[in-house]
């Protein structure tokens, strides 16, 4: 499905990036994992990929700060020769009431999950100009699309990543890159399993499926937009939430 | 300086599909030559492959002619 793409992915040490990294793997890229504090994890990663048969690297860089990003990118180009798909999926929560939220709480979670967003794509437009072909799938959250209480920081990024989307979608539709964001909703990870039974339950209430989704329930949506199968579509955010926001 | 133009010259028509007739030092890229902006943009990275250095963003927003492009990179 993705055989000889080459593709950056962004956070991809842990979570629903490491998955992701994983599934493109599967389906026959050769993955640039990129982490900002826990090398050990994305060795890990990388170690899982190469046994799947594929070409991979790991890549420092914190995705706010331009320098680090074209650096990085141009490593990956380095090693890879062309880049294909990037997944912008790096994000850090500092959850907090408006009320109480500090100025920098919101500036970083703003600079992490939206200007790294910005940053990174701007890296490797270039390179996807010149290629005249590219995938850009962005990775948002259904709190961007339905707010979410004690996460005006998280929830002003992960909306205007949307935005992002839908602008370099139109910018860069002509020059055959298509731009697309996912939005998942409760995915269990190490965050929800820390959750009591009694929130755990007060969430699946919220799910018409009734149940958390799986990372890898996300990461095959990200590895359809990455696809040809997906050649007609650019601009749109796909919710990932059992049906939670409709 | 011929040099330069000529070479300039040659990325404009290949890249804009225009005739050679029409790429003088006066041409504007989005008056004369029909480029969108996103197509100058492409035009400026292949410049700066071309010619083998970058061009930081303030100085690209200056490029509005074939003439601007060819004396940018003979000021260098």
Redesign the interface.
Known sequence: MLQGKNALVTGASRGIGREIALELARQGANVAVNFSGNEAKAQEVVEEIKAIGRNAIKVQADVANETCVKEMVKEVIGEFGTLDILVNNAGVTRDNLLMRMKEEEFDQVINTNLKGVFICTKAVTRQMMKQKSGQIINVSSIVGVSGNPGQANYVAAKAGVIGLTKTTAKELASRNIRVNAVAPGFISTDMTDALTEEQQAGMLDMIPLGKLGKPEEVAKVVRFLASEDASYITGQTIHIDGGMVM | MADVFDRVKAIIVDRLDVDESKVTMEASFKDDLEADS?DV??LV?ELEDEFDMEIADEEAEKINTVGDAVNYINSL
């Open positions: 996103l943009v492409e990275m």
